[in-house]
């Protein structure tokens, strides 16, 4: 990648701040870079050397990233063993490396960059002075150089001293550091920094804070490193570290050499401490007393002071943080202050728990952790050693009441919705105090044969504190107050079905549980008993109900008054009471109810009358059902019609009473069909649809005429009515829905479709027996198989209207055309017209460019007359 355009500022070099001041024998890094250059990223360098520098020609080469032989004579050898090498960082940066500077290396040095600019602008060298000064840093132990090992117990305080000095000629500081070696890395323990500031490492902060780790600076230039307790993790090997650093002329402190001394090799013995419980595994009797003793051994003599603490866990493997604190005696033996439980200090290694009036609850694992702790040279006092005993399992065994447990069934149900009441009651108790509390679970078993699984379900049970919780098979039963749980006494727990289903037949049980109250005022569960199940059970007789529906009138006319009943009878139904529902199988089509079966009416439990799926909105009180008796019902339909005609049958529910004054369904019952059939001799309708001219271009109108013709006996005009309807099937096929365009009914109200396109349509009567359907302004979506349904009603000689088969006309198709010429017409003459106006304008501006914008003088070059030269006079 090529830099094409350079900086206002042109290319400049830079190397650092100088002096440098160095020391013999150390390795030397200078680095040089540039920037805002022109040419390749990649830049060449070139190195030069002189130890006078106010005399730019006496430079000296030393290396170079490009010439090969760039070095002189003199800096040839060191240039070919690596002493002296040449490291690139980057395109624009390398450095100078001396790998051990002498004192011969003291002066100038000059860092070139070969012009890659194509304007020359900017510097393209730069220099810096290098000073090179004797080491003067020494750095030991106490005793030499070599490493001593100390020996120390746990809990000892231990001083290690380094002694670090420099005779330098330039104005360096000393940073001293000492660090800790254990079988991984070296890490820091605390440094003196050049700056005279205090470091603690990351592991050691928190003890430098308190005190017990320091670093002090004696005279004769020694620093010693201050332990004031010795843990098992200081075991290892320490050295001190020193660093010689220098404020170069940039104003930071720049580190010219390191050195590094093993001092010591401190090994730490643990203080050896045994924590023990005298006890192993306790039994102790409820209200007793809870006798354990805590010893502990240690090798470790001199002064220190034991903290013991007495814990309580449930389980033998649960963590510290998990168990319970019970008492604990601190350093000075202060116990801290409980009711029930005591601590004592029976000598220096024994102390002594009692726990008083011991409850179940006290029933677990027992330990105790001892610590012991040595006094520092500050005052203060530190944990040196720390262990817990094995745990000791207590078993406190409660005392248990004697009592039985007797159920009985106080109500036995005889028939299903019947009541049932069970009695839970405890007998013969003994050493019940007032610290023990009984509650009831109630259980319920599904009678099975004796090789099956006997599966028990929870119907409620009761807590300590008599708080009731209600089993899923019982909780909706229970909050709709059918299932009843109650204590009338002490000793008595009672459950009581208001209403007693089938599913509630089966075994049932219950469980007493003793609770004692603990010192903490909670329960505890001690024993339960169980009774004797109880069976519910009782003989069961399939319901029974016969219905029985009669014609009143044997033989009656269209116009007529149909009447029928319905007589019901039931066995084994307690206190039945009878929903009824009159059905109609149509014996012609019937369009409502494509099935066939009807619902006409029907009555409920209740005697509440509704109309199920009685459409005809010209009788619409024309059926009615009403309760003769509490088992007889009857049915009347009004002016009757020929479309009446069918099997009349009555569907009889029973119900008997269920829980919460509802009704349950108990068996349902079908009558015998009693028929309403017609002698049909009067006109026979025919109808037919006709149109003049059925294929019509877009927006044009098409007709459609229906034509009802009569045969057999004629009719009086005013004793006919027709309700014409007109429908159209969008598809050649009749395997379409029908779409409904507009209706005509015989009270002459017409009735049009909602459209969606631009065309309309219009109905009218032409005479009492043809109708016409117009559609204007027809569209694509006019086309299809148009037909009209006609239902005819005709007046009786006793003035009553009977509604005759509805009739459906053959279907007539309809197709629309598109008219090409009209359609194209008007597209055609607006295209020549805007072509003609585009031609015309585009030559219009082509004349006035030619004439006014582009016309130029045109001069005539003027020729000069010269006649040619002869080659030999040129």
């Excluded at 390191?258 to 009797?285: M, R």
């Excluded at 034991?306 to 202060?334: C, H, N």
């Amino acid at each position: 990648m090529l830099q094409n355009i350079a900086s206002c500022h042109g290319r400049i070099v830079k190397v650092p701040a100088g002096p440098l001041i160095r020391v013999e024998g150390t390795k030397v890094a200078i680095p040089c870079n540039v920037s805002q250059y022109d040419g390749p990223s990649e830049q060449n360098f070139d190195w030069e050397f002189s130890t006078n520098p106010t005399q730019d020609n006496k430079f000296l080469h030393v290396v170079s990233t490009w010439d090969p032989t760039f070095m002189s004579q003199e800096y040839e050898d060191r240039v070919n063993r690596k002493e002296i090498t040449l490291k690139r960082n980057s395109n624009d940066a390398v450095e100078l490396v001396i790998h051990s500077i002498r004192p011969t290396d003291q002066g100038m040095y000059r860092c070139t960059t070969p012009s890659t600019d194509a304007v020359f602008w900017g510097n393209y060298n730069a220099k810096v002075e290098v000073k090179v000064i004797a080491d003067g840093l020494t750095v030991s132990g106490s005793k030499g150089r070599s490493m001593s090992t100390r020996n120390l117990s746990e809990g000892d305080p231990f001083q290690l001293p380094c002694s670090a000095s420099t005779n330098s000629s330039e104005h360096t500081h000393l940073h001293v550091s000492w660090e800790f070696k254990n079988d991984l890395a070296w890490q820091e323990i605390l440094s003196l920094t050049h700056e005279g500031k205090f470091q603690p490492g990351p592991e050691y902060n928190e003890r430098y804070i308190i005190g017990e780790v320091r670093l002090d600076a004696m005279a004769n230039d020694v620093y010693r490193l201050s332990v004031s307790q010795a843990l098992p993790t200081d075991e290892g090997a320490y050295r001190c570290r020193v660093s010689e650093w220098v404020k170069g002329a940039d104003g930071s402190w720049q580190k010219i050499q390191e050195k590094s001394a093993d001092v010591a090799n401190v090994v730490v013995q643990p203080t050896a401490l045994g924590v023990f419980i005298t006890s192993t595994n306790v039994s102790v009797t409820e209200r007793d007393s809870l006798d354990l003793t805590c010893n502990f051994t240690t090798d470790r003599s001199g002064i220190f002071q034991t903290k013991v603490t007495w814990y309580f866990s449930e389980s033998p493997d649960g963590t510290m943080g998990e168990a319970q604190v019970l008492l604990s005696a601190d350093r000075d033996s202060v116990i801290s202050d409980s009711t029930l439980i005591g601590l004592s200090h029976v000598d220096r290694s024994s102390y002594h728990l009692l726990v008083r009036d011991v409850g179940i609850e006290d029933s677990g694992y027992y330990f105790c952790q001892a610590a012991l702790w040595v006094p520092q040279h500050n005052g203060t006092w530190h944990k040196i050693a720390e262990r817990t005993s094995v745990p000791v399992s207590v078993e406190v065994l409660a005392l248990e009441p004697s009592y039985n447990v007797f159920l009985n069934a106080s109500k036995m149900p005889k028939y299903s919705e019947d009541p049932t009441e069970l009695e839970c009651k405890i007998t013969e108790a003994q050493n019940t105090e007032a610290n023990v509390r009984f509650t009831v679970s109630w259980y319920y078993r599904l009678p099975t044969r004796s090789d099956e699984v006997v599966k028990d379900e929870l119907l409620a049970t009761m807590d300590a504190d008599w708080t009731l919780v209600v089993g899923d098979r019982s909780k909706q039963r229970a909050q709709n107050g059918e299932i009843i749980f109650f204590k009338p006494t002490v000793n008595t727990f009672r459950l009581r079905i208001q209403w007693t289903s089938e599913g509630d037949k089966g075994n049932y049980y219950c469980v007493i549980s003793s609770w004692s109250r603990q010192r903490n005022n909670s329960w505890i569960r001690i024993k339960d008993v169980a009774s004797m199940p109880v069976s519910i059970l009782w003989s069961t007789q399939d319901y029974a109900l016969t219905v029985e529906a009669v014609k009143l009138k044997p033989f009656f006319m269209a116009g007529h008054t149909f009447e029928m009943t319905c007589k019901v009878s039931s066995q084994n139904i307690k206190t039945p009471r009878y929903s009824v529902l009159i059905t109609a199988e149509k014996l012609l089509n019937d369009q409502s109810n494509p099935n066939g079966t009807t619902r006409i009416i029907s009555l409920n439990q209740d005697s509440v009358v509704r109309r199920e799926d009685w459409t005809d909105q010209d009788r619409v009180d024309g059926v009615v059902l009403e309760k003769v008796q509490e088992n007889e019902f009857r049915y009347r339909m009004y002016q009757t019609q020929i479309s009446d005609a069918g099997l009349y049958r009555c569907v009889v529910t029973a119900w008997s009473p269920g829980g919460g004054g509802m009704w349950r369904e108990a068996v349902n019952g079908l009558s015998n069909p009693i028929q309403i059939d017609f002698q049909i001799s009067g006109p026979v309708f025919n109808v037919s649809v006709h149109s003049d001219s059925p294929t019509v271009y877009r927006g044009e109108l098409v007709t459609l005429d229906c034509i009802i013709t009569i045969e057999g006996t004629p009719l009086n005009p005013d004793d006919m009515s027709f309700n014409v309807s007109w429908f159209a099937l969008r598809s050649f096929t009749m395997d379409k829905d029908s779409v409904f365009l507009a209706s005509f009914s015989r009270k002459g109200i017409v009735t049009l479709a909602r459209r969606n396109g631009s065309s309309d349509v219009s109905l009218e009567r032409i005479s009492s027996l043809e109708f016409r359907l117009r559609v204007h302004g027809c569209e694509d979506q006019d086309f299809g198989n148009h037909y009209c349904l006609v239902t005819p009603w005709v007046r009786s000689v006793a003035g009553v209207w009977q509604q005759e088969p509805e009739i459906r006309s053959k279907p007539v198709l309809v197709t629309v055309k598109m008219d090409v010429l009209n359609a194209f017409k008007y597209p055609l003459l607006i295209g020549i017209g805007l072509a003609t106006f585009i031609g015309l304008l585009s030559c219009l501006i082509g004349y006035c460019s030619s004439r006014w914008c582009c016309k130029k003088e045109v001069q005539e070059t003027r020729r000069e007359r010269r006649r040619l030269m002869s080659m030999e006079m040129d």
